[in-house]
């Protein structure tokens, strides 16, 4: 097999164990030595040694003639976990949503009537409101509020709202109960939610949810424009995809952590 790895400090024979526990998947949980060797490009004796290897460390059985994984290499994913938080996970689909966009996205969370910021990856722009972790917003006026808001009950978003805000910030357009309910309705059918200088001058993003294993609506992520620069046509047009795109990734993260066993110390 070619070298893959660049540098002297490459550890071929690690790559290698590393792309036969790979190699392992939903369609093909058992193979023979000879579908290893076929499907990583090694020699069969080389193949052969990996798996013994792997079987002496316990990530790897052998069963009716063939391999299968263990459970414990759900211990490598658990590392990677238990070393981050829920909002890092989804660090790295926000920055790459950031870098097609050029445009600021965000995650919140609601927290009674307001949304709070848990995750923000920011371009250097000069925006009408100053936003980093733990900012507070009344909810009903951003679309990251919206699209959280939208997934409750009527008689929840009534009792939600009817708390006071704690954001110390008052908002440029404060809709009816009659505006409020049908744009909801409207956030609900679509699945995103759009806001255009509602919660201050120059300020448009577009919204969608972020929800766990069970389809539940857990937060909010968008892409935030100063409207002088980008059109509700750009951001609805080209934006939007990209960001729907991106909250399915993220909640599709969310659902595999919650399969992650939960290993507590005896």
């Not at 110390?168 to 759009?194: F, I, M, N, Q, Y």
């Amino acid at each position: 097999m070619p070298r893959e790895g660049a540098g002297p400090d490459f550890i071929e024979a690690l790559a290698r164990g590393l792309k036969v526990i790979t190699a392992f998947q939903p369609h093909r949980p058992s193979m023979t030595l000879t579908q290893v060797a076929t499907e990583t490009g090694l020699a069969r004796p080389t193949a052969r040694r990996i798996l013994l290897t792997l079987e002496e460390l316990g990530y790897v059985r052998s069963s009716s003639g063939g391999f299968e994984l263990t459970p414990r290499v759900l211990e490598l994913g658990v590392a990677y976990v238990s070393s981050k938080g829920l909002w890092d996970v989804a660090r790295p689909h926000m920055e790459r949503l950031v870098a097609k966009t050029n445009e600021s996205c965000s995650i919140a969370q609601l927290d009674g009537s307001d949304i709070v910021y848990v995750a923000r990856v920011a371009v250097p722009k000069i925006v009408a409101l100053r936003v980093q972790i733990g900012t507070r917003f009344p909810a009903l006026q951003t679309s990251l509020g919206k699209v959280q808001l939208a997934a409750l009950p009527p008689d929840e978003v009534d009792r939600i709202l009817a708390e006071p805000s704690r954001s110390g910030l008052e908002p440029h357009v404060t809709p009816t109960k009659e505006e409020r309910d049908a744009e909801l309705r409207e956030v609900r059918a679509r699945g995103w939610a759009l806001t255009d200088q509602q919660l201050a001058r120059g300020i448009r993003s577009v919204a969608a949810p972020l929800r766990d294993g069970s389809g539940r609506v857990i937060a909010g992520i968008n892409v935030n424009t100063h409207a002088a620069e980008t059109p509700t046509e750009k951001l609805v047009e080209e934006y939007l995809p990209l960001l729907l795109h991106t909250a399915g990734e993220i909640s599709a993260d969310f659902a595999r952590l919650e399969t992650v066993p939960q290993v507590t110390a005896s």
